[in-house]
């Protein structure tokens, strides 16, 4: 193989591969946390909520999960261009990442509050407490600690996923490799570092979910016990 | 003392099993009230019935001046006049012991925070677990969680407190503990229906013993009916029991 | 500009042939590939372990976008100019399966006890006829429901395929999208063609699983 591997060409982009993971990261922080509300209040809706409402909240579900994310982002971005609406390519991307994650979530979510036993649901309803109270406080919190392992797999996988919505032109990580090969013409390298640099932000994500954890289960930290 | 719960001709199914079949009872402020009997004799059913968690078909059931069997009870003020602890405790796992106590208080009767922790330090001293405080239910035998659990019904101040079968799931040394709790609450004055197979327990306590079998009332008396069994059903019972 | 026709309909339909063709490679060459994997990482070889364990964690941390990218000019790389798009689709798609299913086998693998490798050992059987006529027959019923349900990953995932220019659905869409400049109506419809090869997997997959959780209280 007579090739001139040329790593150091791409050495005066390392600012703009720092940009376009930075972006990523923002992207998947934003559609993370909107996705996880939706799936959250999707997930309430779809164990206790009136019928048509959980309808409504599975069809979106199997929407979703039997339809590619590239198409929803397609979608998404051309569908509110063809409303009238002018978003750029950036809001779009999270736009369809949350409303893709959102489903995701919702299943595990309801995963989580199905594993709450009856009884613990009982034991706060005869305490005086509300619907709501019962699920803010005694279902929603031990649920999510509980697939807790399950959301940041899901989450980690948001932010590779993130690499589709270059296709839509969002200034993300992907889309700037495909910039610096074509100014390069290092086009292996190129992937070869961003490859790199991806590994690199799922560690760095999994850390972040970790210290999450540290900080919000309280009872696991201190026990050092799953529930 | 005025009567604060009153059953009349309760019928309850489950499905096509009819598992009340036209029970009847009252319990005056200040009395303990003991229900005994064999498995399936419907004491749990009854005694769940009357804190509304399960629905009745026919009969009356008026509890603190709520109509339980209407349509139209407000389930969350019943709650607050009624306390109920279970076999197994339910407490919940991912809150401290206090935290755990706090909860309703805080949420439901909008305490203030200082407030309630006093609550909270007040209630457990009741019940002897004042170091625990911080733990986890995790962290506790058997008899003090199900010691927590009552501290934790006791702290919305309720009028009335049902316990069900709540020393059966304990090893013996454990039920000890949760006995003299109880104890300690009848003679403080508290209104008391208990479902127990506790047969000394509720001759001791209770002031009103209520024998169930296969869904109806076959005796009703004081503890010392126990020693002089009218019917054959008791006979049988007590036969095997004591 | 021309109107969306039933010619572009049947330019769709095409693509789904060829997403069909795609999806079918990688499930065969991932599912072979993974089968291995999953062996590697239940072995008793540390190294086969280890090696395994590296390999899904990097795939898995990969992005499928960058694999195709880096199947694709690194054919280029290695001299074969030309190739035809689906071999570094089909390549990429394949190493992504292959973590994924294998992971997925393992767990199943691990999840039957290991009292039963114990008696099956006790009969005298060697490793592999322990795996084969014990331990796999019983991981078979545990792990189809997982399997189906990553089919339609699968399905989906060769959507990306059209990054390298292979013309499966998504690729199709985009050309007639360019024809007629109606993006809503197009992915719309390409949508809705996806939702039909991928549901109907859904729904066996879920039934599958429902019955096993009968069969098993």
Known sequence: MNYQWGFLDLWPYWPEFLTGAWLTLKLTLVSTVAGFTLGMLCAVVRDSGPRLAQTVVSAYIEVIRN???????????????????????????????????????????????????????????????SWLQVYRHIVIAPAVERVYPALTGQYVMLMLASSITSQISAEELTAVANRVQSDTFRAFETYIVVWLIYLLLSLVVRLCFWSLAQLVFTRRRKLGTSL | MSVIVELKNVHKRFGRDEVLRGISMSVRRGEVL????????????????????????????????????????????????????????????????????????????????????????????????????????????????????????????????????????????????????????????????????????????????????????????????????????????VGNGL | MPNFSWLHLGFLLQGVLWTVVLSVIAAVGGGLLGFAIALARTSRSAWARGASLVYVQVLQGTPLMILMFLGFFGFSLMGLHQLPAIVAAGVAMTLFSSAYLGEIWRGCIQSVPLAQWEAAECLGLSRWKSLTRVVLPQTLRIATPPTVGFAVQIVKNTSLASVVGFVELAQAGKIVNNSTFQPFIVYLLVAALYFMLCWPLSAWSKRLERSLNVSHR
């Open chain 1, 67 to 129: 339809t590619p994310l590239l198409v929803q982002v397609f979608l998404v971005y051309f569908g509110l261009a063809s409303l009238g609406i002018l978003v750029d390519a950036n809001m779009a991307a999270v736009l369809a990442l949350a409303v893709n994650v959102g489903a995701y979530t919702c299943e595990i979510v309801r995963a989580g509050i199905e594993s709450v036993k009856r009884s613990q649901r009982e034991a706060g309803e005869c305490l005086g407490l």
């Open chain 2, 34 to 237: 003991a229900i005994i009997g064999p498995s399936g004799s419907g004491k749990s059913t009854a005694l769940r019935c009357i804190d509304a968690l399960e629905s009745i078909h026919q009969g009356e059931i008026h509890v603190c001046g709520h109509q339980v069997h209407s349509a139209q009870l407000n389930r969350r003020q019943l709650r607050q006049d009624v306390g109920i602890v279970f076999q197994s405790y339910n407490l919940f796992p991912h809150l401290t012991v206090e935290q755990n106590i706090m909860l309703a208080p805080l949420e439901v009767k909008k305490m203030h925070k200082n407030e309630a922790r006093q609550l909270a330090y007040d209630v457990l001293s009741t019940v002897g677990l004042i170091d625990k405080l911080d733990a986890y239910p995790e962290q506790l035998s058997g008899g003090q969680s199900q010691r927590v659990a009552i501290a934790r019904s006791l702290a919305m101040k309720p009028q009335l407190m049902l316990f069900d079968e709540v020393t059966s799931s304990l090893d013996p040394q454990l039920t000890g503990e949760v006995l003299e709790v109880m104890r300690n609450l009848a003679q403080a004055g508290m209104t008391m229906i208990l479902v127990t197979h506790e047969m000394a327990f509720a001759r001791q306590v209770a002031n009103t013993v209520v024998f169930m079998h296969e869904g109806r009332v076959r005796e009703i008396g004081p503890g010392s009916m126990l020693d002089a069994p009218q019917t054959d059903e008791l006979k049988a019972f």
